[in-house]
């Protein structure tokens, strides 16, 4: 398997803390059947500031130190980079990295209960610079889950998607579990990945959201789930279904 989002770069975010932090994950990752990480700190979320050399320095670092540790697992370059006007300007002036340096993918993070009004026309602009946008985590973005039209006018404008492992297995609450099952139902995204921080409360669950997938949606959307994840690194094209409205059902009853 393949994890494109995770935070397993030590000392550069609320990830890994340390080195042991880093290789204890690498080992989990390896349980879990994984075998390459994209590792993407976060960058300018109003916390953390990680530019392109600083990461491709740290994943450097730790393939060596995963060399020597006999752990069989790869990390690749990436970036989780908060939705920022300037995102295009550093860009085009080396700060910001594409997933894998493939110069094709690049993941933007919303804020956690809004989207800015200016969503729409960055996501144009950046696919106009030969980018395709992927926003990490729609799935716990509260202003998408009482307004999913707005995640979706965004796909069906080229925009793609990641939803997080946990989210599938419960971690984040019933709501964001039948939230997510919803976007994948409507076609509206397009990868797994774990944005695991740490071995304890932000593991991985790449196995066990695989199984859930596997089950409630079949082994066809698990497969176009991880054949996207290579695409992605390999800086190819990826598999997309047109993208439908998530149907709001009405709740009847007492509660
Ligand atoms: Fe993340």
Redesign the pocket.
Known sequence: MIDL?C?ILHGIDDGAQTIEDSLHMAKQAVHEGIHTIVA?P?HQNGKYMNEKNDIVHGVLVLNDYLLQENIPLTILPGQ?SRIYGEILTDYRSGKILTLNQTDKYIFI?LPSSQVPQFTERLLYDIQAEGLIPII??PERNSRLIEEPDILYNLVNKGAMTQITASSLTGRFGKKIKKFSIDLIYANLTHIIAS?AHNVSGRNFHMQEASEFIASECGMDTLYMFYENAEAIINGQACFKDTPDKVKKKKFLGIF
């Open positions: 989002h935070h993407t976060h989780e993070e990490v985590h944005d």
